[in-house]
């Protein structure tokens, strides 16, 4: 009987998304799978690392994957080429290696395949040219897997028997909340500090135009601390007889660069200044728009290169393409003479990524808006608009600045003013794109003053003074957070998301007009590591890890010495936090419920989150589920809408009547009613509410505009 020809190679990535792009560009003589992520890992139940014998880690396939490595293990029979196409990062080659592990199907020659773009070129040439799997690039994921499961499986037990269930702690999660906490801590201890500012209104003579200036401090050089309203108003009036007059202006022209192309995390603070995005969302959508969108004609393409990178560098064929756009949309005044280049300046910057940028830069984001959901294409536009702005001509202003001599003849005082103007004269790549300040960071302000030379005399018209105070730090958002994570080395690209959202999912930390604020149990979760864990929230320690994992990457270190060297120490201090550190007890919130006997109900943490129990424990062991209330009634029945979770943990608000009553929507409902037929109204996009009856949208309070972001985004 005659075998059958394995006339098929066999494809294996990680999503089916991905999958349908790939079979668009390599046709049927490859058959393509989805792993659906990782399809071997350490066990859930146990530690799965043996500390005894050189961390040897325990690899199993968990119960939801055991039917996808069944079916790609009956695929593998068929071939015998095996392309592994996972991303081109270390966490893709460990997919690829469990999965070449977990086939083991007789003697199949296994490539694999990288790119850094699913566009047709990309793909053929990284199927032409396939590599092995590089086990330096496995062993540097192996390392951080098992770290993070030692600190994970070993520390947060302790933190359930000493502070409450359901905590947890990890390396790069620890120093994150740190952080948060530190800066809280700076916000409370703040003292605000009273001073006052005085600014002279000026002209040079009658019908011109009048101006502002700022005093700065005395000619001589002396600065003023002006600390109450007596010291202000005692300048004011010596001031009031002063001969004022130009002393020196100082004009240059400043020219404005670009900003370089995103990487992982300048997107994700770009993403959360402009869009609102959080880290999570940022990433899971950049995923959606690299892996493939069916855009019309030509089915699934992947529209940006690859997501999780730290290079801003990008390939030669997009900067010729950005450059022919720029000019044909902009003209040659709008092109620089030559192409830039942008050097790499993150911190243990990984692998010779590129930047995200799109894969096509001509197709422009209102070519294929009718293809992609909200959040993509304003996640995609954004992208597109920072790619093709790092090619264009730098923004040139002038720059004004002029002192003024204030001569006191009573005192016998000069007294130095200052002001500054800055005219734009030739827009740039502004005209597309500039980058947008975190909070505390002042925006650059675009002001003219009249033509003035030294030696002008200045007629005052009025003196404005203003009491001020001292301001605290600002707390951290996601994107400043990002941004102080990234400039100390802590974390890499593929990090940054999953630590965000343990730190809120745990509730370490909460948003507070999209700030985050460290909770009660997140102080005492903080302090009790701090205290000892010192190595692990230690931001240098932390950094000094990252740097040794990617030393590992390139067959500088040997992983597992790098875990020994880690562990040694951590186990000694686990010992000794486990017999002295004392149990905590967290101040428990009351609600305006009672329980049956009439004791006040407080919400308690258990095994599945949190929970409603009598105030009275353990006397009274009444119990009920939490809820979440909304003050919305149900449109159906008229009861009132709470917050649930499905068991994808994503929210959603249904009826509180269920099951009598079987409503659900996934977008936050609001307590006003629609103005035009009064149906329930939910937040919708950015600052904006939908009638779920009649379809009309009005404009939202900003209190509600993050969560709208979100809930229209899905």
């Given amino acids: 009987m005659a075998?059958?020809?394995?006339?098929?190679?066999?494809?294996?990535?990680?999503?089916?998304?991905?999958?349908?792009?790939?079979?668009?560009?390599?046709?049927?003589?490859?058959?393509?799978?989805?792993?659906?992520?990782?399809?071997?890992?350490?066990?859930?139940?146990?530690?799965?690392?043996?500390?005894?014998?050189?961390f040897l880690p325990s690899y199993v396939v968990p119960r939801t994957k055991s039917k996808i490595a069944k079916e790609l293990r009956e695929a593998a029979k068929e071939v015998s080429t095996i392309y592994l196409a996972t991303d081109p990062d270390r966490e893709g080659e460990a997919i690829s290696w469990h999965l070449m592990n977990v086939i083991k199907s007789g003697k199949k020659e296994y490539r694999r395949g990288i790119f850094h773009e699913i566009t047709e070129e990309a793909i053929k040439d990284a199927f032409k040219h396939p590599r092995s799997i590089d086990m330096q690039l496995v062993d540097a994921q192996q390392a951080r897997r098992v770290l993070d499961r030692l600190v994970g499986y070993k520390l947060s037990p302790l933190l359930w028997k000493k502070i409450r269930r359901g905590l947890s702690a990890g390396r790069v999660q620890s120093v994150a909340l740190k952080i948060i906490v530190d800066r809280e801590r700076e916000i409370e201890k703040f003292v605000p500090v009273e001073y006052w500012s005085i600014e002279a209104e000026l002209t040079r003579k009658a019908g011109e135009v009048v101006f502002r200036a700022m005093l700065v401090g005395l000619v001589k050089g002396d600065k003023l601390n002006i600390g109450n309203e007596e010291e202000a108003s005692a300048i004011k009036e010596d001031l009031e007889g002063a001969s004022y007059g130009v002393a020196a202006v100082k004009k240059k022209k400043n020219t404005r660069q670009p900003a370089a192309p995103f990487i992982t995390s300048t997107l994700q603070q770009e993403a959360w200044r402009r869009l609102r995005f959080s880290a999570?969302?940022?990433?899971?959508?950049?995923?959606?728009?690299?892996?493939?969108?069916?855009?019309?004609?030509?089915?699934?393409?992947?529209?940006?290169?690859?997501?999780?990178?730290?290079?801003?560098?990008?390939?030669?064929?997009?900067?010729?393409?950005?450059?022919?756009?720029?000019?044909?949309?902009?003209?040659?005044?709008?092109?620089?003479?030559?192409?830039?280049?942008?050097?790499?300046?993150?911190?243990?910057?990984?692998?010779?990524?590129?930047?995200?940028?799109?894969?096509?830069?001509?197709?422009?984001?209102?070519?294929?808006?009718?293809?992609?959901?909200?959040?993509?294409?304003?996640?995609?536009?954004?992208?597109?608009?920072?790619?093709?702005?790092?090619?264009?001509?730098?923004?040139?202003?002038?720059?004004?600045?002029?002192?003024?001599?204030?001569?006191?003849?009573?005192?016998?005082?000069?007294?130095?003013?200052?002001?500054?103007?800055?005219?734009?004269?030739?827009?740039?790549?502004?005209?597309?794109?500039?980058?947008q300040k975190d909070a505390g960071e002042e925006e650059e302000k675009l002001s003219t003053l009249p033509q003035l030379e030294k030696g002008d005399a200045l007629n005052l018209s009025k003196l404005y003074s203003e009491q001020h105070f001292t301001q605290p730090p600002h707390r951290f958002t996601e994107a400043s957070l990002i941004k102080m994570l990234e400039q100390h080395g802590i974390g890499r690209p593929s990090t940054y998301a999953p630590t965000l959202s343990t730190i809120q999912e745990r509730e370490y930390t909460i948003k507070q007009n999209g700030s985050l604020q460290p909770t009660e149990l997140g102080f005492v979760v903080n302090d009790a590591v701090s205290e000892y864990f010192p190595n692990i929230i230690d931001i240098k320690f932390t950094a000094r890890m990252e740097d040794e994992l990617d030393e590992v990457a390139t067959e500088k270190k040997d992983w597992v010495g790098v875990v020994r060297d880690f562990y040694t120490p951590f186990e000694k201090d686990l010992t000794k936090a486990s017999e002295v550190m004392e149990r905590v007890k967290l101040s428990e919130e009351e609600t305006d419920e009672v329980c049956p006997e009439g004791h006040p109900m407080v919400i308690k943490m258990g095994r599945f989150g949190k929970f409603l129990a009598c105030s009275n424990y353990p006397e009274h062991k009444y119990t009920k589920s939490y809820q979440i209330k909304t003050g919305v009634k149900c449109p159906e029945c008229g009861k009132e809408l709470i917050e649930k979770v499905n068991k994808k943990k994503r929210k959603f608000y249904g009826c509180s009547g269920y099951p009598d009553c079987t409503f659900a929507i996934n977008a936050k409902p609001l307590k006003q009613p629609c103005p035009v037929c009064g149906g329930l109204t939910t937040v919708y996009r950015e600052n904006q509410a939908r009638c779920i009856k009649c379809g009309h949208r009005e404009k939202v309070v900003e209190e509600v505009a993050e969560e709208a972001v979100t809930a229209g985004s899905g």
Avoid at 21 to 36: C, P, V
Wanted: glycine share 4%; with cysteine.
């Fill in 3 to 54: 075998t059958k020809k394995k006339t098929k190679s066999l494809v294996i990535v990680e999503s089916p998304a991905k999958a349908r792009t790939l079979a668009r560009i390599l046709g049927n003589q490859y058959n393509l799978k989805a792993s659906l992520g990782h399809v071997r890992d350490l066990p859930r139940s146990k530690l799965g690392v043996d500390v005894k014998n050189e």
């Fill in 280 to 435: 999570r969302q940022t990433m899971a959508t950049a995923q959606q728009l690299y892996e493939g969108i069916d855009v019309g004609n030509e089915g699934s393409v992947g529209l940006i290169t690859y997501m999780r990178t730290d290079s801003t560098q990008v390939a030669r064929s997009a900067v010729v393409e950005t450059r022919k756009v720029i000019e044909a949309k902009y003209g040659a005044n709008y092109l620089p003479a030559h192409a830039r280049t942008f050097s790499k300046v993150v911190k243990g910057a990984q692998e010779a990524h590129e930047a995200i940028r799109p894969t096509r830069i001509r197709m422009e984001p209102d070519q294929i808006k009718q293809h992609l959901n909200s959040a993509q294409f304003r996640l995609y536009e954004l992208i597109w608009k920072r790619m093709v702005a790092s090619q264009m001509a730098a923004a040139i202003y002038d720059n004004t600045s002029i002192d003024i001599e204030a001569k006191c003849r009573n005192s016998k005082t000069d007294y130095l003013f200052r002001t500054s103007s800055s005219v734009m004269r030739f827009p740039g790549f502004t005209t597309l794109y500039a980058e």
